[in-house]
């Protein structure tokens, strides 16, 4: 069998991705990325010389089987409509659309093309979630009813470091980030262990800038606190990229009869609790332990980014291309679109009090008029245009005069 050639896009987390498509038997056959020394460090990373291109459609042009999209958070859907309409496969990184009217382009693109779409959603493929997937496959746990999901991520506010690599200019995408819309590692767990698709959200703030002595952020919330509503009755409760106590990742799966959680702080480990007029089989009431991976490639897994889940999910891709199959849920394109609505339409609710809305279905085209023209966001964009809402919960929060300084030392220093 040939091998499979991709072209990824964005040098930065694109050659984490592409380690893990090289060692799966993949064919790297171009780079697109602006910053010449980003590309030249990514390629010597990778042990490989191909062509690096500034220009997208010239970058398409070598005619990759698939593209890895690792550019902007943002700015994925206009280049996903690019390959498309050339037949290319799409493995997407983060949120697949930055706006609803995004949304509603892309599933319309998509539905003429005959391109396989996959989210490249790490969490989910995590040991722990992995387990606790299994575990509600089981049934033993009953109906599920509730699940939390929380992506704890603080960064050291005089961390210079983590400026220059990941915020590097002051237009930058991560310095307007609202707190609900980074959610894919909080909410695509939940949908993968339980298989529910959120139908209605709300969200509320928690509202703790930065400290003076930090640099400059235009964001000064620290957390999004969101609550779904779900196509099966359940509701989870998630963060987007939170910012409070200590960093962890942390999930909750509570159904009728018992719940499974992963511990924070504590590794890989899994607690799961039964109530004691329900205990199956060969369980205790509690059991506390350490699942195994039970995979053919455990060394490789082992050895990968995001506990293991870098390696999983760019296996699943390459799966999908070759058996001519689609993503699961909630890796597809209609589950990836509904998790960029839910981060769009936190926000909202979240600069209205708390209002709820409801999650458009875009396989409706009533959904998809009622959003089509519907641009509103809060990042710059590339092509130079400017933010149309607030990203932060306090419309007229700016950092100050000092923490701008301080954010302008630190890039230059």
């Known amino acids: 069998m040939n091998k499979i050639k991709i072209g990824i896009f964005g040098a930065g987390r694109g050659i984490d991705i592409a380690e893990n498509l090289l060692l799966l038997d993949c064919e790297i056959v171009a780079l697109c990325e602006f910053n010449e020394q980003r590309a030249a460090d990514g390629l010597k990373r990778l042990g490989i010389d191909v062509p690096v291109f500034k220009d997208f459609d010239t970058f398409l042009n070598v005619k990759p089987d698939a593209v890895v999209l690792a550019n902007y958070f943002h700015e994925h859907t206009p280049y996903a409509i690019k390959c498309f309409e050339k037949g290319i496969h799409i493995f997407s990184e983060c949120i697949s659309n930055g706006t609803m009217a995004q949304g509603v382009e892309l599933i319309r693109a998509y539905e003429k093309s005959n391109s396989i779409y996959m989210l490249a959603e790490n969490y989910p493929q995590m040991k722990f979630n992995r387990e606790m997937k299994k575990i509600c496959d089981g049934g033993t746990l009953g109906k599920i009813l509730y699940a939390e999901g929380e992506y704890n991520h603080p960064v050291n506010p005089e961390d210079s470091s983590f400026l220059k690599t990941c915020v590097y200019f002051p237009e930058h995408w991560r310095n307007f980030l609202p707190r609900s819309y980074y959610i894919t590692h909080s909410l695509a767990p939940l949908m993968w262990t339980t298989g529910a698709t959120p139908k209605r959200v709300s969200a509320l703030p928690v ?3 930065m400290p003076e002595k930090a640099t400059a952020r235009h964001v000064g919330d620290s957390a999004a606190i969101v609550t779904t509503m779900n196509d099966d009755g359940s509701v989870f409760r998630i963060t987007g990229c939170a910012a409070f106590g200590a960093h962890h990742n942390a999930y909750r799966i509570c159904g009728v009869k018992g719940q499974v959680e992963n511990l924070r702080g504590m590794g890989s480990q899994v607690m799961l609790r039964y109530s004691e007029w329900a205990i199956p089989e060969g369980k205790g009431e509690t059991n506390l332990y350490e699942p195994k991976w039970n995979d053919k490639d455990e060394d490789s897994i082992e050895n990968a980014g ?59 085209e009533e959904c998809r008029k009622q959003y089509e023209n519907d641009t509103e966001t809060p990042f710059y964009g590339t092509d130079g245009s400017k933010p149309t809402i607030p990203c932060c919960s306090k419309t007229d929060y700016k950092p100050t005069e000092e923490q701008l300084k301080r954010y302008e030392e630190a890039l230059n220093n």
């Open 207 to 209: 509202f703790s800038p």
């Open 306 to 364: 995001h506990g293991g889940g870098d390696y999983i999910v760019a296996r699943m891709f390459l799966d999908c291309i070759r058996e001519g199959k689609e993503p699961e849920h909630p890796y597809d394109i209609h589950s990836a679109v509904t998790m960029s609505s839910v981060a769009i339409l936190s926000h909202r609710s979240v600069l209205n009090g708390g209002k709820p809305y409801d999650i458009p279905d875009f396989h409706l």
